[in-house]
T-cell receptor, first 114, second 110 residues
Framework: GAGVSQTPSNKVTEKGKYVELRCDPI?????LYWYRQSLGQGPEFLIY????????DSGLPNDRFFAVRPEGSVSTLKIQRTERGDSAVYLC????????????FGQGTRLTVV | AQRVTQPEKLLSVFKGAPVELKCNYS??????LFWYVQYSRQRLQLLLR??SRESIKGFTADLNKGETSFHLKKPFAQEEDSAMYYC????????????FGKGITLSVRP
């Protein structure tokens, strides 16, 4: 069966550019999470979706970061005016309901801002 | 605020030796604790969670609320246990977002 899929696997962009990172969760999973993992750190929570709505976006670092999930399945993380400090691995996870159910992670997108 | 502390970055042991990966947490309520593992070139995956009280791949972890710890243990390490291990916390009954520690690399030598 298909797991959580993230595309692209790698993205190199110039400082100041706009990027979009895509996440395809496991079919039927209503909960979707984005995390960011910097070098030498554990994943840090960014945003949580329950269905189409962002139930918790308290981890987004600033207003350059935005995420959507318009149909309650695929999600896109959008970063405007990228900075070198945005370089990290962006992880997506999904779970069946979000209430105590196991989170399954994608392989991540490695973003490098040069 | 919730925090997970993994005090060591690297643990290197010989095959057959016991393993203990330390994890301490701070949280004002009643948390749920997890261990996640990432093998080389694989995605992050759940190893075990404290509420299930299971032994997975020979690993166990006991939640000690008095010491706010959730150490991961295995009596006899195997080479295939070499991986990155992350301890994580989630508030019970909430949206299950995870707070992770920095992780520890376990290296099991032959």
């Amino acid at each position: 069966g298909a797991g959580v899929s993230q595309t692209p696997s790698n993205k190199v962009t110039e400082k100041g550019k706009y990027v979009e990172l895509r996440c395809d969760p496991i079919s039927g999973h209503t909960a979707l999470y984005w995390y960011r993992q910097s070098l030498g750190q554990g994943p840090e929570f960014l945003i949580y979706f329950q269905g189409t709505g962002a139930a918790d976006d308290s981890g987004l670092p600033n207003d350059r970061f935005f995420a959507v999930r318009p149909e309650g399945s695929v999600s896109t993380l959008k970063i405007q005016r990228t900075e070198r400090g945005d370089s990290a691995v962006y992880l997506c996870a999904s779970s069946l309901t979000g209430q105590g159910t196991e989170a399954f992670f994608g392989q991540g997108t490695r973003l490098t801002v040069v | 605020a919730q925090r997970v502390t993994q005090p060591e970055k690297l643990l290197s042991v010989f095959k057959g030796a016991p393993v203990e990966l330390k994890c301490n947490y701070s949280y004002s309520g009643s948390p749920e604790l997890f261990w996640y593992v990432q093998y080389s070139r694989q995605r992050l995956q759940l190893l075990l969670r404290h509420i299930s009280r299971e032994s997975i791949k020979g690993f166990t972890a006991d939640l000690n609320k008095g010491e706010t710890s959730f150490h991961l243990k295995k009596p006899f390490a195997q080479e295939e246990d070499s991986a990155m291990y992350y301890c994580a916390l989630s508030p019970t009954g909430a949206n299950s977002k995870l707070t992770f520690g920095k992780g520890i690399t376990l290296s099991v030598r032959p």
